[in-house]
C-alpha cells in the first residue's frame, strides 16, 4: 500500500466542491416547464441530488410521461446547465482550501461526477480548480452512475492507484454508497443536513453531520493522511 502522505483523493463534483445544485435545479425547473411539465420545486429537486443526470430524466420522463426522449431531454438539459454554469459556479471555501493543501503536498486527485464531461469542465473552467484537477470522470463515460462504483472505479484507474488507496468526498448518500461499493473510505459532507442520518453516511470514515457548515480542510486533510 502506499503511504498516507501519497493517498489518492476522488471529488464528487456538484453539492461537494461546488454549489452547483441550485443551477441543476434551475435547468430541470426550466426544462420541465417546456416539456408541459409545470412547478417543479426544489423538493421534486432534491430527491435526485447524487443520482446521475441521464438517471434522473429517465425516472422524470416515466414519471411525467413526457414525449421527447430522455436523450433529447438531456442535450437540452446540458444546454440549459451550460448557460448558467458558464456565468460561474461558487466554490466553497474549504473545499478550495483543501484541494490547494492536497495539490501542493502532491497527492494524486479526480473528479468523478454524475454530470456530463461538458459540464464538468463548464463548471471547473469556471474556478480556480481548473488547473488543480486535470483527471476527470463523467458517469457517461462508464456504464452505470452512482450508486453503483463505475465512476470511482475508473478515477482509480486513470490515477493508477488502488481503489484501497484512495478517498473520496462526497455529498450525497448515492455517492458515499457508491465509494463503499468501490472499497474506497469515504468523507461525508451532506449537502442536505436532512440525509445526514442515512446509512450511507453513518458508515463513513469521516462525518461532517451539518455539510459545508461544519466542513474543515484541516480536519479533512488529517483525516486523509493519517496512518492506518
Known sequence: MIQATDRAVVFDLDGTLVDSEPLYYEAGRRLLAAHGVPGFSWDDHARFIGIGTRETLRT??????????VDTLLAEKNRLYLDLAREGTEVFPEMRKLVERLHAAGHPMAVASGSSR??????????VLDPLLPVRVSAEEVPRGKPEP???LEAARRLGVSPADCVV????PPGAEAAHRAGMPCIAVPYLTA??????????????RTGQNEFDADRA?????RED
Open 60 to 69: 422524470l420522463h416515466d414519471e411525467h410521461g413526457i414525449a421527447a426522449s
Open 118 to 127: 461538458a459540464a464538468i469542465d463548464a463548471v471547473l473552467g469556471a474556478t
Open 150 to 152: 463505475d465512476v470511482f
Open 169 to 172: 468526498l462526497e455529498d450525497a
Open 195 to 208: 440525509t445526514a442520518a442515512d446509512p450511507a453516511f453513518t458508515s463513513a470514515g469521516l462525518l461532517f
Open 221 to 225: 486533510y488529517d483525516w486523509i493522511t
